[in-house]
């Protein structure tokens, strides 16, 4: 899995990073809708979040040199919008007055 540096906001109650809010990525900001995972390895600590389209990434934190990296784990695009219904003209004898 390829690692970017990113940047990330954070909630921070009684550590740093608690929690990602929002992702400087790619050239956007995107704010993290759920945090559905997370987990301590050696020299970091990782996050499974989701984003707005459901997209999941993972953020890990390096505490040592005080970096972000996110990796792109996938997810699905919802579908686009439905094309608006057709107008249909009211016929003359319904025609409001």
């Known amino acids: 899995m390829l690692e970017e540096l990113v940047e990330v906001a954070c909630y921070a109650g009684s550590r740093y990073p608690q929690r990602p809010q929002r992702v400087t990525w790619r050239g956007g900001d995107h704010e993290v809708l759920a945090v559905e995972r997370e987990w301590q390895e050696p020299r970091r600590r990782c996050y499974l979040v989701r984003l707005e389209g459901d997209l999941l990434l993972t953020l890990c934190y390096y505490e040592r040199n005080d970096r972000w990296t996110v990796a792109e784990v996938g997810g699905v695009k919802p579908p686009p919008p ?16």
């Open 82 to 97: 439905l094309p608006p219904e057709p107008h249909t003209p009211t016929s003359p004898r319904h025609a409001p007055r």
